[in-house]
């Protein structure tokens, strides 16, 4: 196969439309990877996009990665929806990172990116426009896709492992951010690849807690985001049901489905995220490729 699959990221706004009628929303800005064919160690993904609101402003964390290289976290801003900053690094490590959840708690900034390289969650905190090794919430297994939600005085932690090849959609919980982390007593609250690795942080909508899902059926990744009405979420009880088989249009942009979803409210308009598959070849690539096998 000639070709390998890139991932960039598009930010939508709307003031009526329902965020789930990903068809009807407005297009802000697309955040494209580079596809040049020439180019060496090209940009291969602008992916997993997260919304945060801060201050007037509205901040949009990313995965950038070079093709076949580990990821790192980039994050622009915006006032206006109009302008943007340019990309600033926030946060690299020596292994790969990816699914920046950002999230605020008394006042504080954290970030809770996917560390699996590392075989642990590790919980950041921003300082200037860096962010910051604070702790390890969870070690000793290559947990993916994790978000962090506090819902009444508990804070509740989703992630993903694998267990015989097969996605474990896992649940914690602890009274404290620092404290220790319990697995919940329901996980793993899904068990197998169509809907068990998160897709975005769970979110509060009218009312509603939503968690979105990777649609990752018949083993191919970023088949599409499903999205799961929460029902009960406690120390002791979950439950949710599915809501939306899957959000993303199959128009130009997510003509190859994606796997990414973002919610944030900023200047009267809901602003969502989400990042779509797209096919590129590159020349570089291919002759890495080749050399591996050799």
Request: proline fraction near 4%; glycine fraction near 6%; aromatic fraction near 18%.
């Amino acid at each position: 196969m000639l070709y390998h699959y890139s991932f960039s990221t598009r930010l939508l706004k709307t003031k009526g439309s329902d965020i789930f009628d990903v068809s009807k929303l407005e297009k802000v800005k697309d955040f494209i990877a580079c596809h040049s064919f020439f180019k060496y160690n090209p940009i291969s993904n602008i992916a997993d996009p997260f919304l945060f609101v801060s201050d007037g402003k509205l901040f949009l964390f990313y995965e950038e990665q070079i093709v076949n290289r580990n990821a790192v976290i980039k994050m622009v801003s915006t006032e206006d929806l109009l302008s943007f900053s340019k990309p600033s690094l926030v946060l690299k490590e020596p292994f790969h990172l990816s699914f920046p959840c950002v999230f605020a708690d008394d006042g504080v900034m954290y970030m809770l990116p996917e560390t699996g390289g590392d075989n642990s969650i590790r919980l950041y905190y921003k300082k200037d426009n860096k962010f910051i090794f604070r702790k390890k919430l969870l070690s000793g297994d290559k947990f993916v896709d994790s978000s962090i939600i506090k819902y009444g005085s508990t804070y509740y932690l989703f992630t993903t492992k694998k267990v015989n090849g097969v996605y474990n959609l896992m649940l914690y919980y602890s009274n404290s951010l620092f404290g220790e982390f319990v697995e919940h007593p329901m996980a793993p609250i899904h068990i197998g690849d169509d809907y068990g690795r998160n897709a975005g942080a769970v979110f509060s909508y009218k009312g509603f807690l939503y968690r979105p899902s990777q649609i990752c059926s018949g083993g191919r990744y970023g088949e599409g985001v499903a999205l799961f009405k929460i029902t009960a979420l406690t120390q002791h009880t979950y439950t949710e049901v599915l809501s939306y088989p899957n959000i993303l249009p199959k128009n130009n942009f997510y003509r190859y489905s994606g796997h990414q979803f973002s919610f944030a409210m900023f200047n009267g308009y809901n602003v969502i995220a989400s990042d779509a598959k797209q096919k590129a070849i590159n020349f570089f690539d291919i002759l890495e490729r080749i050399v591996k096998r050799l």
